[in-house]
């Protein structure tokens, strides 16, 4: 049976379904609701949001299991159960702040069967024999040669360079980027008619998903986000842009010949896009751009920057008054570059220092009245002023390949610490074969094969022009399961794991980002997700 028919999943539904009407309820003046109020329920909002993240989580890997063999049946039924104890303990332990719920099931039977210690003892054992191998049940024979493919590549070509870029904060090889042209990488997302992989006649973000998730299994900084910058420049393109604009673009960016960098957030303003304030002033033939951006990645290297940009002075026009431009500029190694365009303006680019995500280096950009042709605006005339709606096509993209990002740190995590712990010995026995050793698989496991299920789910949304609320979803899921995971990995690995030369450091370092990029886990949560169930509540 689905869990979606149970009396746990209704039940459970109802009461989170009942606590949004509260919410909207209070939000209400005189018929009307007032979004403004939102504010002041931020705690049972966000709450709200990861409850729903966590129930779409656990409804996609059932949805998988049906098809599948005994174990993952066991796998799903066990980590629904832990999803609703989760869920309602949430809601109990501050019950006044989401309404009237009435009685709140926790610790049934059958979620103190499933979260046994017995039962998950003996999941545990089955997901260390079986390796961590799940999933790929529901792939064609065509996903499963390109997973196949760049598993070999990621593990002959990136594994054996990755940990020395991290250690010493290197810069991503030439070399590496240009096989990864060759392999199409930077072409996923854009059309076959403009020499991308894409069919003309559809989405197909699996095949985005399987290339990234394997990457990122090798090194999240070195590789595994390589692809998010074209992904996200391309679908600004395919949005909004003019139709030379893509004919001119779009066969670069899917050829590697022009290697992309957003810029997107400010020092100022991270997530409140519609408050940017990087100025655009109109000029003979174009703009000249004045102001900051921040953790900008890949800025050095990339040939273009994606930069939105305040074309129209009024702030009072809030995200209505962005538009988005292609700004061309050479490629620099290192980590500081200055450009003087012979007109007199100048772009300069200082590389953040961070403790992981490293390879790419995110930069402070400075604009002194650098300009920009009218060519190099985004849908040229008809773009002005609807850059943040192109954008947030674009970062759709990279919600749902972040989500793919964070399956890849959590495989590897789990697969490094599943080899440690069968070697290492710990009064006399491999630690592997403790209880509680089996219980953290168990957990780590469920929690991955959820992640990656509900990531595939909504790559097939986003296929039929779905998914927009899901990509969020699944994001938020995804990420905080990679950082949890990959600090559950660190810790079975002991003072082993704190060591600088051993990679679950790096994965849990590199984790860490995953629920601030592309998104803040807060304002997915308050604004995106939040937001739009209160909304349809």
């Not at 009461?15 to 979004?35: H, M, P, Q, V």
């Not at 064609?140 to 997973?147: G, P, V, Y």
């Not at 994606?306 to 490629?331: C, I, N, W, Y």
Request: with cysteine; glycine share 8%; proline share 3%.
């Amino acid at each position: 049976m689905e869990i979606q028919e149970t009396t746990e999943f209704k039940n459970t539904r109802g009461i989170l379904e009942k606590s949004l009407k509260f919410i909207r309820g209070r939000c209400t003046k005189n018929g009307a609701f007032d979004a403004n109020r939102l504010d002041e329920y931020q705690y049972a909002i966000y709450n709200l949001a990861l409850s729903f993240s966590e129930l779409e989580a656990a409804r996609s890997l059932s949805n998988y299991a049906l098809s599948s063999g005994s174990f993952e049946k066991r796998l799903a039924v066990c980590f629904f159960a832990e999803v609703i104890q989760t869920i309602n303990g949430r809601l109990l332990a501050s019950s006044q702040d989401f309404g009237s719920l009435g009685k709140v099931p926790l610790g049934t039977s059958f979620i103190s069967e499933q979260l046994s210690a017995e039962n998950l003892s003996e999941i545990g054992q089955e997901a260390l024999a079986r390796k961590c191998d799940f999933v790929e049940a529901e792939l064609t024979e065509s996903q499963k040669l390109i997973k196949k493919t760049f598993f070999q590549f990621a593990e002959q070509r990136v594994a054996p360079i990755s940990q020395n870029i991290h250690r010493f904060n290197k810069s991503i090889p030439d070399a590496l980027l240009k096989e990864l042209s060759s392999l199409g990488c930077f072409g996923l997302s854009i059309p076959q008619r403009y020499g991308g992989l894409c069919p003309d006649n559809k989405e197909d973000n699996l095949n985005m998903i399987l290339v990234t998730e394997e990457l990122s299994r090798a090194s999240l900084g070195a590789a595994g986000s390589l692809i998010t910058r074209p992904e996200i420049m391309a679908r600004a393109l395919l949005s909004g842009g003019s139709e030379e604009q893509k004919e001119y673009w779009l066969p670069k960016i899917a050829s590697g010949e022009k290697l992309c960098a957003i810029a997107i957030t400010e020092p100022d303003y991270g997530s409140d896009v519609a408050s940017l304030e990087l100025k655009a002033k109109p000029v003979d033939n174009g703009w000249i751009l004045s102001g900051s951006k921040t953790w900008s990645t890949f800025a050095g290297r990339a040939d273009v920057l994606l930069v939105l940009a305040r074309t129209d002075p009024k702030k009072s026009l809030s995200h209505r008054g962005l538009s988005l431009f292609m700004v061309e500029k050479p490629s620099f190694m290192g980590e500081e570059f200055e450009v003087k365009q012979s007109v007199g303006g100048v772009l300069s680019g200082t590389a953040i220092p961070t403790v992981g995500y490293r390879g790419m280096h995110s930069y402070q950009l400075f604009f002194d009245d650098f300009f920009v042709p009218n060519t190099n605006l985004i849908g040229e005339r008809e773009g002005i002023s609807k850059g943040f709606y192109f954008t947030m096509q674009g970062l759709t993209g990279g919600r749902i390949q972040t989500a793919a990002r964070a399956c890849g740190l959590i495989q590897a995590a789990i697969e490094k610490t599943i080899r440690y712990t069968q070697d290492r010995k710990v009064f006399l026995k491999p630690l592997a074969d403790y209880q509680l050793t089996r219980v953290k698989f168990a957990r780590m496991t469920m929690h991955l094969c959820a992640a990656r299920t509900f990531t595939y789910a909504v790559g097939k949304l986003l296929n039929q022009g779905e998914g927009q609320m899901e990509a969020s979803l699944v994001k938020l899921f995804s990420c905080r399961a990679s950082e949890w995971i990959t600090r559950e990995a660190m810790q079975l690995h002991g003072g082993v794991g704190y060591a600088e030369e051993t990679e679950v450091g790096r994965y849990w370092l590199d984790a860490r980002v995953l629920s601030i990029f592309e998104g803040t886990e807060e304002t997915l949560a308050l604004k995106v997700i939040g937001r739009r169930l209160i909304e349809s509540a």
